[in-house]
């Protein structure tokens, strides 16, 4: 089931949205691939990487609008994400085997791709994203 898995996204948390994407993008050389509000969940979302999603790792910059206070390192990360081909297959063979499913497959609340998220041993999240 592993070789069906690609390693898609790490997820931080930021303060503030523009300064972070020019970090990244002017210091480092990254690219803005996407950038995506969702209002009802009041949270914007941004993709910076060196190369199109599809060919490479990027890191996911979240945004949760009304946030005043800077994030503890702890606070600000959150999860990692891969790519699966068939979403509830994958959950379901791995519940069988035992895995933590704290969020079950389906859409995503406020819009966009079918998701879960898994739990490793120790409690850190994996987002696991249909990709066909």
Not at 53 to 67: F, P, R
């Amino acid at each position: 089931m592993s070789e069906n898995f690609k390693f898609l996204h790490t997820m931080i948390r930021v303060k503030d949205l523009d300064k972070s994407i020019d970090f990244y993008t002017r210091h480092l050389g990254m690219k803005l691939i996407r950038k995506n509000d969702y209002p009802s969940g009041e949270f914007t979302l941004a993709f910076v990487g060196y190369g199109d999603e599809t060919d490479n790792t990027v890191i996911e910059l979240t945004h949760n609008w009304g946030q005043e206070e800077p994030y503890d390192l702890g606070d600000a990360f959150g999860h990692l994400a891969l790519g699966v081909p068939d979403i509830y297959g994958t959950c379901e063979a791995l519940g069988k085997e035992g895995v933590s499913i704290p969020r079950p497959p389906g859409p995503m609340k406020h819009g966009g791709s079918v998701i879960a998220f898994i739990e490793d041993p120790d409690g850190y999240k994996i987002e696991l994203i249909e990709r066909k």
